[in-house]
């Protein structure tokens, strides 16, 4: 079993929608949470960091964690053709020197 | 112009063949690491280093091996290239500390025919 479970995709929403992205995981010592998003042909860019439990919010984009049931989602508010991408989620534990990442889900926002 | 640079863009080459990827940063971080990037598979850590003198194995370190010439130089090489190494590679670099994200390049795309 991965230490992180993020479903591919693809996934296909029109304009204005509110997506939600997910993420699961096993490893009950990871505390830190990131969303990386990687437009084609492009490297993965850092879209939010969240640490331990809880929300936060930046414009449209919303992260939000569980740690109880090892779930992380990040949700994105009238969603826009620019927000098509691919999203990877990623996470450590405390001190941990290196991150765990997802797959990654292939979005798309349709007009 | 980019904070991390990686060269080339793309790279087309025959089995067998030495291949260096070359990755070189103007954002000061002292950690440096090397990804490959596979459709359902994520981003797989290859090696990673901490600073000029620290070099660490990744997860699929076989067949590769790597050079960090400076701060901010940190080269990839594939000693003698095979067709399942064809992928796209990311370098990243980030601060000292741990739980620190990582910061792209825009990738080598890589194809060993």
């Known amino acids: 079993q991965k230490e992180v479970e993020q479903d591919p995709g693809p996934l296909s929403v029109p304009e204005g929608a509110i997506v939600s992205l997910n993420c699961t995981y096993s490893n009950s010592a990871f505390q830190y949470f990131m969303w990386y998003r990687q437009y084609s042909r492009k490297g993965p860019e850092l879209l939010m960091y969240t640490y331990s439990s809880g929300n936060k919010e930046d414009g449209r984009f919303t992260a939000q964690v569980d740690k109880s049931s090892k779930y992380i989602s990040l949700f994105i508010r009238d969603s826009q053709p620019s927000d098509s991408a691919t999203y990877l989620c990623a996470m450590s534990a405390q001190g941990a020197q290196k991150l765990v990442f997802g797959q990654g889900t292939r979005l798309t926002i349709n007009p | 112009d980019a904070d991390v640079t990686q060269t080339p863009r793309n790279r087309i080459t025959k089995t067998g063949k030495r291949i260096m990827l070359e990755c070189s940063q103007t954002?000061?971080?002292?950690?440096m690491y090397w990804y490959r990037q596979d459709p359902g598979l994520g981003l797989r850590l290859i090696y990673y280093s901490f600073d000029v003198k620290d070099i660490n194995k990744g997860e699929i370190s076989d067949g590769y091996s790597v050079s960090r010439q400076a701060q901010a130089k940190f080269s990839l090489s594939l000693e003698s290239a095979i067709p399942n190494q064809t992928a796209l590679y990311f370098c990243a670099t980030s601060v000292t500390g741990g739980n620190q994200p990582q910061h792209f390049g825009d990738g080598t795309r890589l194809s060993i025919l």
């Open positions: 954002k000061g971080h002292d950690r």
